[in-house]
C-alpha cells in the first residue's frame, strides 16, 4: 500500500484521483485546496488529513517523512494548469513521485526545468494521458499500424463541451491561468492523435476566441482539421437540447466510437504508473509543445481540404 497526498483536491477531476487511489489498493493520507468543498473525500477516505493552506499541508508532508510506515509515496496535482508547475516540483522535493493532470506545464521550457528537478530528486513526473488506454483508441492505434496504408487518413475532431457562466469567472475562463480552450480541453486529443498517427509536420490555426478554436493538424499518416469549444450554440442540431457535449472523430469518414469508457481510465492510469509504465515528461512533450505553438500563432485563412467543416459557421 502507497500513501498518497492530493494536491487540488476540490477540484472537479480530483474525485476521479480519490476513486484511482481507493481502487488500486492505496491509501490518500492528505488533502490539501484552497477551496473547502471536498465532502466527497468522506466516501473514498474519511481518515484523510485536509489543509486549506499550502505551509500547513507541506509542514505535515515533512513530519510524516520520519516515519517509513507514514511517509508519503506520491503527490498527485489536481490544481489549476497555472500551478501544475509549482506542485509538481513541491511534490519531487518531499520526495515522492508526482502524477500530474493534463497539461503537465504549459510551455517546452518548464518541461525541461521539469526534468532538472527529476534529476535532483531522483523522483518521477507522470502525466495522466488517458487516452491512450481507452480501448477504442488503443483499437484504432492497431488499425493504422497493421494497414500501412500509403497516403494519409482524413481524420476530423470534434469537441464541444457546454459551459455555463461560472467557466468565463473561474480560473479556467483566465488564459493567464488555464492558458486557453484549446490548451484547456484540447490538449490530451492532440496527444491522442499523435500516439496514434506519428510526429507532427504541419500546425495551423485558423480561429481562436475565448471559448472555441479551430485548427488544422498533419501527422505523419493522418490530415487533421480540428474544432474545439466550450460555447452551447455550437453543439450540432441533432444534440442540442439532448445533450451538452458532443465529441466525434471520424477518420476516413468513419465515425470512431469512444464516448464510453471515461470514467475508468483514471484508475487504468494509476494502474500502469504504479506498475512502472506510466507516460512521462518526453511522453508529455509533444502535445505540450502543440498546445504551446496554437496558443501563439496567428490565426490564418484555411487552405483547400484544411478547414473544418463548422469554421465557415464562424467566418
Known amino acids: 500500500m502507497k500513501n498518497f497526498a492530493l494536491i487540488g483536491a476540490a477540484g472537479y477531476i480530483a474525485p476521479r484521483h480519490m476513486k484511482a487511489i481507493k481502487e488500486t489498493g492505496n491509501h490518500l493520507s492528505v488533502g490539501y485546496d484552497i477551496n473547502d468543498s471536498v465532502g ?3 466516501s473514498i477516505s474519511p ?3 485536509f489543509f486549506t493552506e499550502f505551509e500547513r499541508f507541506q509542514e505535515h508532508a515533512w513530519r510524516l517523512k520520519r516515519n517509513p510506515e507514514t511517509a508519503l509515496d506520491y503527490v498527485a496535482v489536481c490544481s489549476p494548469n497555472y500551478l501544475h508547475h509549482p506542485h509538481i516540483a513541491a511534490g519531487l522535493r518531499l520526495g515522492c513521485d508526482v502524477i500530474c493532470e493534463k497539461p503537465l506545464v504549459p510551455t517546452a521550457a518548464l518541461l525541461d526545468e521539469l526534468a532538472l528537478v527529476e534529476k535532483e ?3 518521477k513526473v507522470y502525466n495522466i494521458l488517458q487516452l491512450r488506454h481507452h480501448q477504442a483508441i488503443l483499437g484504432l492505434k492497431d488499425k493504422v499500424a497493421k494497414e500501412n496504408k500509403s ?3 482524413e481524420v ?3 469537441y464541444i463541451t457546454s459551459r455555463g457562466k461560472w467557466y468565463m469567472e473561474s480560473w479556467k475562463g483566465d488564459p493567464r491561468k488555464s492558458f486557453g480552450v484549446a490548451t484547456n480541453i484540447g490538449v490530451h486529443f492532440f496527444d491522442m492523435l499523435h500516439f496514434v498517427f506519428g510526429k507532427l509536420q504541419k500546425n495551423v490555426l485558423h480561429y481562436a476566441t475565448e471559448n472555441k478554436a479551430a485548427g488544422y493538424l498533419e501527422y505523419e499518416k493522418a490530415r487533421v482539421p480540428w474544432f474545439l469549444s466550450i460555447d452551447a450554440n455550437d453543439l450540432p ?3 442540442k437540447g439532448k445533450q451538452p457535449t458532443y465529441r466525434s472523430i471520424t477518420v476516413d469518414g468513419e465515425e470512431i466510437e469512444f464516448s464510453q469508457g471515461f470514467t475508468d481510465l483514471h484508475t487504468i492510469s494509476y494502474e500502469e504508473i504504479l506498475k512502472g509504465n506510466g507516460y512521462g515528461i518526453e511522453d508529455a512533450r509533444h ?3 502543440t498546445v504551446e505553438y496554437i496558443r501563439t500563432a496567428p490565426a490564418v485563412a484555411a487552405d483547400a481540404g484544411e478547414g473544418h ?3 465557415s459557421r464562424l467566418l
Open 40 to 42: 466527497i473525500i468522506d
Open 121 to 123: 530528486t531522483d523522483k
Open 47 to 49: 481518515e484523510s488529513e
Open 151 to 153: 497516403g494519409k487518413y
Open 287 to 289: 502535445c505540450v509543445e
Open 309 to 311: 467543416p463548422f469554421l
Open 237 to 239: 442540431d441533432s444534440v
Open 156 to 158: 476530423e475532431l470534434t
